[in-house]
């Protein structure tokens, strides 16, 4: 049977069986647009130019969007859960309350972004570009950051529990209010942070840079911090009581009223290290120190001495008593 359907209707057809089955196409996202369509799940959209788009409340749930250049649109309180945007583009872009959980961040260019509110647990943001952006109050636990760029970025009130950031930097960050329970920060950089109000409860932070921090009064005790450098760092009244502090550096670092109750120092560097009023009872510390804490105000009567020197003559002789 012949079909005298009109091409155009033929076309106008197929957009529309294209919007039903949730189908767009960089090709045919503009025009879904123009005609009002806020379903794309599951879209086909890699290297789409949405820029400066206002997609505010779509659905892009599970959608490819990798390569898209959406830099400057608004996304507020869009939904892209499990979305593909892989070396996306969203520098300036607006995600307020944006559902990004799951998502593929690989690589995204975030800078400067207005992430306020926006959910990206368990998100994939490995080496993502978050420089500047603001996250207040946004939702990232669970997360991949490694290797991602979070200099001076906004991160008030937001939840980290439990996300990766190894190797991360995160200089001049806002830390205020932040959650950092259980999060992973070895070899990431806090540099200069003042991490006052941070919430750090079984944080690691092996080998991470704190240099300069401010964590006056933070609790530290059930923190990993070996190899982490502190040097510079304001810790008076830090609760840093039966913490494994081995491979430390405290040069130059003031902690003043510090609890260091039980903590093991051993391999700690306290060169110049201000220690008036620390609490020591119990601390292992370097034998070596003793004349530099002699002339400190400081009650060292119930630290622990240990002469490495003599240890390891021990050892050498077959002496040393095995480790229980």
């Given amino acids: 049977m012949k079909n005298n359907t009109p091409l155009p209707l033929l076309l106008l057809l197929a957009s529309v069986l294209l919007v039903s089955t949730g189908c767009a196409t960089k090709k045919t996202v503009t025009g879904m647009l123009e005609r009002g369509q806020g379903d794309f799940r599951m879209a086909r959209l890699a290297d789409a130019d949405l820029r400066g788009k206002v997609l505010a409340g779509k659905n892009f749930s599970g959608a490819d969007l990798s390569g898209a250049d959406l830099s400057g649109a608004d996304l507020t309180g869009a939904r ?22 799951s998502a593929r961040l690989y690589k995204a260019d975030l800078r400067k972004a207005g ?5 990206l647990r368990n998100a994939d943001c490995i080496m993502a570009r978050l420089a500047e952006a603001d996250c207040g109050g946004a939702d990232l636990s669970g997360a991949d950051l490694s290797g991602a760029d979070l200099a001076r970025a906004g991160l008030a009130n937001a939840n ?4 990766m950031f190894f190797g991360a930097d995160l200089t001049g960050a806002d830390f205020s209010g932040v959650n950092l329970n259980d999060a992973k920060l070895y ?3 806090l540099e200069g942070g003042d991490l006052r109000t941070a919430r750090l409860d079984r944080a690691d932070l092996r080998n991470a840079d704190l240099s300069g921090c401010d964590v006056r009064g933070v609790r530290l005790s059930n923190a990993l911090l070996t190899g982490a450098d502190l040097r510079g ?8 009581a039966s913490t494994n502090l081995d491979g430390v550096g405290f040069d130059m670092a003031n902690l003043t009223g510090a609890d260091l109750t039980g903590a093991d120092l ?9 220690m008036a009023g620390a609490k020591l009872k119990g601390a292992k510390i370097l034998l070596k120190y003793l004349p530099m804490i002699r002339t400190l105000n400081v009650d060292f009567s119930g630290v622990v001495w240990i002469d490495r020197q003599e240890k390891r003559r021990e050892e050498d002789d077959g002496t040393a008593s095995p480790e229980q």
Avoid: M
């Avoid at 980290?160 to 996300?163: C, I, N, S």
């Fill in 115 to 119: 992430l306020a509110g926006a959910s």
């Fill in 233 to 240: 760092a304001d810790l008076r009244g830090a609760d840093l």
């Fill in 187 to 189: 070899f990431a950089s």
């Fill in 160 to 163: 980290l529990g439990g996300a």
């Fill in 80 to 101: 892209l859960r499990g979305a593909d945007l892989r070396k996306a583009i969203l520098k300036g872009a607006i995600l307020k309350n944006a559902d990004l959980s």
């Fill in 266 to 274: 051993t391999g700690a560097s306290l060169k110049r290290t201000a």
